[in-house]
């Protein structure tokens, strides 16, 4: 190191960043070559072996970095993989796991600082990500078990007799291998200016609807039970309660589903009218309707 060099590092070195120093040596005339060589020898003096502070912010930076990054995407592939409910996964799953990486930031950034003076910035991130990839993929695994398998895409169609109508809308299915088997389809039409939606779902006996262990396999033999619903809604997805027809309210569905479930045709007759939220005035939609509902998924 040149001793003009020398002597400009150490008289401003503790009041300028490594940035600035770097800068007034090249505006000075040096090639960048040496000013880099220089700057390298002089911090390692100072530092007695110990990685400069500007190396110390970025191993700060990477490391936090790298468990935001697996926190955002165990969130994602929660929701938009596995459509699990917003409140639930933000509530829940993303407490606990912002918890867990801000424990594991903590301590993996003590072990990446203690390597990072002979190893270099690459090397100490190992132990970051490793953080990240361990715990961030327990939390999954564990949040995916509990809520099952993601839902496959379908497609829903349905046609009334009266009134007439005819309407198809995408569908997501959950559940399948003869287990149970639910498919809703959010919108696969309009009605007098409200929104049909429609589901089926399958149950693995003839007991009825029962609660299911998510992600468990319930037994495939004898026979299936099963129940259709339409619903007419206020004038788009996600509205107020409308309308909703069902076999609980009388009347009568003989179904024809395939062994798995995933598809099948439902023949319904008479579903009776039981009105949604009393206090929103829709308008009173037919006192029964018939008509087939069919479904698959893919």
Known sequence: MRREIQRYLDEHGATYTTEALRRGLLDAGYGPVEVDRALA??????????????????????????????????????????????????????????????????????????LLPSTGLLVALIAPAVSVILLGGTCLALATAAIGPPPRVGAV????????????????????????????AEDVGML??????????????????????????????????????????????????GDFYGAAGGGEIE???????????????RLARMPGDPTVDLGAGPESISGTLSWRCE
């Open 41 to 114: 020898e002089w911090q390692e003096e100072r530092s007695g072996g110990m990685p400069s502070a500007e190396a110390r912010r970025r191993f700060r930076r990477w490391a936090l970095l790298l468990h935001v990054g697996g926190l955002v995407f165990v969130l994602v592939v929660l929701l938009v993989v596995y459509r699990a409910p917003f409140e639930a996964v933000v509530s829940i799953a993303g407490v606990a796991l912002a918890i867990a990486l801000l424990i594991g930031w903590a301590i993996s950034s003590a072990i990446g600082r203690m």
């Open 157 to 184: 169609e349905v046609h009334l007799d009266e009134p007439a109508f005819d309407g198809v809308g995408a569908a997501l299915c959950h559940g399948a291998n003869g287990g149970y088997v639910s498919v809703f």
């Open 192 to 241: 007098d200016g409200r929104t049909v939606s429609a589901s089926v779902n399958l149950y693995p006996s003839s007991a009825g609807p029962a609660p299911v262990e998510p992600g468990a396999e319930p037994p495939v033999d004898g026979p299936r039970s099963f129940d259709v619903g339409i619903t007419l809604l206020g004038g788009g997805p996600g509205e107020a309660p």
């Open 255 to 269: 179904i024809d589903a395939s062994g798995d479930g995933l598809s099948g045709t439902a023949r319904f007759d």
